[in-house]
Nanobody, 131 residues
Framework: QVQLVESGGGLVQPGGSLNLSCVAS????????MGWFRQAPGKEREGVAC????????FYKSRVKGRFTISRDNAKHTVYLHMTNLRPEETAVYYC????????????????????????WGQGTPVTVSA
């Protein structure tokens, strides 16, 4: 059974940092592109960042570039999202997703296609940025 489980969300003050984790089971991360998405209340889900399966290629949406870092440890079956200088408008539920296609993953994070086509999703972890 394929499963993604996110953790690390919580309440943080504006300008603060959080580290999210996504642990995968039932799949070999060596063959999967991984991505982080978020959905704010009343808004559509949007891509944040993604990382290719094994060659180190990453992509970030412009609004998080320089503040967020996606990384992965395939041996630990885990993908991370390190978020710094968080803003109140980044309050959202953060989801990780897995797909065998890097092109599909990157297109979804970019917003060029629906992320509904991606293979596997976690249940999300909520992040609240508030004073």
């Amino acid at each position: 059974q394929v499963q993604l489980v996110e953790s690390g969300g919580g309440l943080v003050q504006p300008g603060g940092s959080l580290n999210l984790s996504c642990v995968a089971s039932g799949i070999d991360l060596d063959y999967y592109a991984m991505g982080w998405f978020r959905q704010a209340p009343g808004k559509e889900r949007e891509g944040v960042a993604c990382a290719s399966a094994s060659d180190g290629t990453t992509f970030y949406k412009s609004r998080v570039k320089g503040r967020f870092t996606i990384s992965r440890d395939n041996a630990k079956h885990t993908v991370y999202l390190h978020m710094t200088n968080l803003r109140p408008e980044e309050t959202a539920v953060y989801y990780c997703a897995a797909d065998r296609s890097w092109w599909e993953m990157r297109a979804s994070v970019r917003g060029e296609q629906s992320s509904q086509t991606l293979g596997t999703w976690g249940q999300g972890t909520p992040v609240t940025v508030s004073a």
